[in-house]
């Protein structure tokens, strides 16, 4: 009877701590990481839209960073033939999914913001910040956060890059120095409208 009991203890174990691992190996797939780049988002945003909408991206914009370069808000928004405005927004939080909407974006589609073709997305978001940070104008500024948004910009797909850097005087108080435009094809600047000026 004692030997019965402890078969039956170690198989009621074993399932336990089977179940443990599943359980486990569920709660990593469902969300992306923390520091996820927003391609990374984009593949996980498609768990979350319509399959006429997966990879079909509109725009990536983040929130503004804080206590470092690399936003963990943003909002990918996808090209959704079946809403009415034909676009469905996923928010994420740290790499979290926080909510799902169908904005209304009538406008901005009527003005030409449409999908954006994948292959010319190569440029992810952490390489448009290493790349419009090395602009002359930011040397020895000291930034303190970002912002992005991806979008057409004259046909192209474009990363505009948001810096805010500590003011000279008094380095606790920062600055809006405006944004460094970033080809998301080919990695090239190809605006600059910082305002550098602002920091003094």
Aim: overall charge positive; glycine content about 4%; hydrophobic content about 40%.
């Amino acid at each position: 009877m004692l030997k019965f009991d402890s078969m039956n203890l170690n198989f009621k174990s074993l399932i336990i701590l089977i179940a443990g691992v599943v359980f486990s190996s569920g709660s990593i797939k469902a969300d992306a990481p923390a520091d996820a780049t927003a391609f990374a988002l984009v593949k996980e945003g498609n768990r979350h839209v319509g399959e006429d909408a997966k990879d079909r991206v509109v725009q990536i914009r983040s929130e503004k960073s804080v206590g470092s370069l690399v936003p963990n808000v943003w909002y990918i928004v996808y090209y959704d033939p079946d809403a009415t405005a034909k676009a469905t927004e996923v928010k994420f939080g740290a790499g979290k999914k926080l909510s799902v909407k169908r904005p209304a974006r009538i406008l901005e589609f009527a003005t030409g913001n449409t999908e954006i073709p994948k292959d010319k997305l190569k440029i992810d978001s952490d390489k448009a910040i290493s790349i419009a940070k090395k602009e002359p104008l930011l040397n020895n500024l000291t930034l303190t956060a970002t912002e992005l948004k991806l979008e057409r910009w004259s046909s192209e797909p474009v990363w505009k890059v948001r810096f805010w850097a500590a003011k000279l005087r008094k380095p606790s108080d920062t600055a809006n120095l405006g944004e460094v435009f970033v080809n998301a094809t080919t990695g090239e600047v190809v605006k600059n409208d910082l305002h550098i000026s602002r920091v003094d």
